[in-house]
Structures are given as structure tokens and as C-alpha cells.
């Protein structure tokens, strides 16, 4: 399939191009800064471009993962969200239509689910367990208010065209470290969240391969991308209370390890992403979970996650760049 990868410069894109490369497919990089997987520099919100970048290359389907996201929050204006997010998403989805193309993908992101008392911690009946059907949806700061606009702009398109439109609620997988924890950090910290709100990049780059070969059957439905947490709904309240015991039970000798490693586990957990709906729907699960974060402590080998606190996003870079110039 001939398909437009917008974000091509990025974290995801430079996983996301060469794994839909090697399974046959013909990709167009598409990101307003220059990277090895980017043969259009330019603008999402710039629609003129986009038809362009249809047409040119006979695009069959589109992946949208570019975007503004969480940590362009401190740099940018609203506006820009607005553009980029909204704008961006429906210049394509549109120039998508037009051209007859039979599947989107839309990488969105979980945490358009994180609303204020999502944010203040666990619910009255403990961690608050989220799945597709968590409601309602408050996204508390201007990236998720955009990328929820952006779902419904693409599910409008398919109510009204009938494209399969496959939305992705991506949780995180990027290698730097966290901007708002502070204990514990680095590799503990992505391992503590491999438990329940983290995959890895390359999980997530074969989540949207899967998602691609499958939009025709899925038609119009959105999902949670994270590793497969250990945890049943059952232990939510417990989670809340006392994480640790629950993990002891599925996991014995995970504190053990930690302890090896002068790593702490959590003391509670307060939301957990469940991510089965893309299992069921379209046989996408998680190759790495919190029992790889394990077995690489057991056996004292890298961990299934990248860490590179040094990661800086290729548009930060561009404007670092900018400015120094
Ligand atoms: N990294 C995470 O943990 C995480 C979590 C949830 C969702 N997501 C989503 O996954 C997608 C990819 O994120 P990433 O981690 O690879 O981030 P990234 O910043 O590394 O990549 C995003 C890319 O989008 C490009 N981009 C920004 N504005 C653009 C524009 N106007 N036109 C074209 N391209 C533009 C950037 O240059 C960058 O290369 C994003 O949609 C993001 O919201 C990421």
C-alpha cells in the first residue's frame, strides 16, 4: 500500500517507516522537519501541501502521527495546537476522502482520558480503570482537547464517507524522562510504568502496522495502546490501597529484583490502560510487559524500553537550532 506517514521525523516515525517498509509497503514521510524518513518538509496545516503530497505519490492510506504534543505545551500557542491538531488532521482526513482512500489511521493518545480527578489520583472505588469506554472525556490541557477534536473529525468523515478510520490512544513510549515526577526517575520509573501505562516504541510502531492491515475490518473504532497490565478490574481498589501486595501476587519475586537493582516499586497505582479492545479486535498485543522488565532484571540484560534522558524531539531541536543561529 502506498501510505503517507505524517511525523516521519519523529520518535515513532523513524520505528513506524521502516517496519511498514519491510512489510511491503510504500512509505511517504511527511514532517516539518527534515529526518532519513521524510521526503515531504512541510506543514500538516498547510492543505495546499497535503493535496499536493496526495496526489503526487498516489497515497492508498494515511497514518497520521504527526503532531504538537504534551511537551510543546510550554512553547507553543494554543493557536498552534489548534493548527497543527485540528487543522492538520482535517486537511488530511479530507484530501484522504477525496482521493478515495479506504483507511486513516489517527494516532491519538491516552491521555485525552485524563481528566482533573483522573489527574488528582485514584476514584472512590480505587485506581480508575481506563478502557475505550471511559466517560466523560475533560482533557485537561490544550493537547488533549485538540487530539479529542481531531478523533471526532475523523469519525465524522467516516459517518459521512464510510473511510475506515482507526484511531489510536497511544500511552507513552518516549525515552526521555518524565517532565513532572521526580522520584523515582529514569529506568525505574518507565519500568514501575510498564505495569500500566506504558509500551514500548516498537509496540507501538507494530500496533499501527497491525491496525493498517486491518482497517477494513474494523471499519470506524478507536483503542488503547499499552503493554497488557498483569492486573484484573478486581484489584482496582487494592491498587489504590496497597499496589505492592497486588503485584507480589502476580509477580513473587518482583520485589526482590527491584531491590537487587535499588529500585522501588510503587506504593499505589491510581489508573491502569487497558488495552485488550485492540487484542480482540485486530490481534494486537504488546510484545514486551512488565514480566520483560523482569526477566531483564533476572537475567541482567537491557531493558525492553529505550531511556535516553539526552532525547530531544526533532522540532525542539529545529527551534534550539533556530535560536542559536
Ligand atoms: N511519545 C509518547 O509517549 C506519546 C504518547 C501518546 C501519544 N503520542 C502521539 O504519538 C505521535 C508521535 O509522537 P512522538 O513521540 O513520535 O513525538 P515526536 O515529537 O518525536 O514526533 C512528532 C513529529 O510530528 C512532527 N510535526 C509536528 N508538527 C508538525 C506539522 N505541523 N506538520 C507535520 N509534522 C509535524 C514533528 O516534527 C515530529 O517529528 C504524536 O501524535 C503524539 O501525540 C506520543
Not at 517496519?19 to 532519513?36: K, M, S, Y
Not at 482507526?166 to 519500568?191: M, Q, S, Y
Request: aromatic share 8%; charged share 25%; with cysteine.
Amino acid at each position: 500500500m502506498r501510505v503517507l506517514l505524517t511525523g516521519s521525523s519523529g520518535w515513532l516515525g523513524r520505528y513506524l517507516a521502516p517496519l511498514l517498509a519491510q512489510n511491503g509497503h510504500d512509505v511517504t514521510g511527511f514532517d516539518v522537519v527534515p529526518g532519513a524518513h521524510t521526503q515531504i518538509v512541510g506543514t500538516v496545516a498547510d492543505r495546499a501541501l497535503v493535496e499536493r503530497a496526495m496526489g503526487e505519490h498516489g497515497i492508498e492510506a494515511v497514518i497520521h502521527g504527526g503532531a504538537l504534543h504534551k511537551p510543546d505545551i510550554v512553547r507553543h500557542p494554543r493557536q498552534a495546537f489548534v493548527d497543527v491538531n485540528v487543522t492538520g488532521t482535517l486537511n488530511l482526513i479530507e484530501a484522504a476522502v477525496a482521493a478515495g482512500n479506504d483507511r486513516f489511521l489517527f494516532t491519538s493518545t491516552t491521555s485525552l482520558m485524563v481528566r482533573a480527578d483522573v489527574r488528582a489520583g485514584a476514584g472512590e472505588r480505587g485506581a480508575w480503570w481506563t478502557d475505550e469506554d471511559f466517560a466523560p472525556l475533560e482533557p485537561r490541557n490544550i493537547y488533549g482537547i485538540t487530539k479529542l477534536a481531531a478523533e471526532q473529525l475523523v469519525r465524522l468523515a467516516h459517518r459521512e464517507h464510510g473511510i475506515n478510520v482507526v484511531i489510536l490512544r497511544t500511552g507513552r513510549f518516549f525515552p526521555e524522562d518524565d517532565d513532572t515526577h521526580t522520584a523515582p526517575i529514569g529506568e525505574n520509573l518507565k519500568a514501575n510504568e510498564m505495569l500500566h501505562r506504558r509500551l514500548t516504541v516498537e509496540d507501538a510502531a507494530a500496533a499501527h502496522l497491525a491496525a493498517l492491515e486491518a482497517a477494513s475490518t474494523i471499519g470506524c473504532d478507536g483503542f488503547i495502546l499499552s503493554a497488557p497490565p498483569p492486573f484484573t478490574r478486581d484489584d482496582a481498589g487494592e491498587l489504590a490501597r496497597d499496589a505492592r501486595a497486588v503485584i507480589a501476587r502476580y509477580h513473587p519475586d518482583a520485589a526482590e529484583l527491584y531491590a537487587a537493582k535499588g529500585w522501588i516499586l510503587p506504593k499505589v497505582i491510581d489508573r491502569v490502560y487497558d488495552p485488550s479492545r485492540a487484542e480482540r479486535r485486530f490481534g494486537w498485543r504488546a510484545k514486551s510487559d512488565f514480566g520483560s522488565v523482569l526477566a531483564a532484571l533476572r537475567h541482567g540484560t537491557p531493558m525492553p524500553f529505550a531511556h535516553d534522558p539526552d532525547y530531544v524531539s526533532p522540532i525542539l531541536a529545529q527551534e534550539r537550532h533556530a535560536c542559536t543561529s
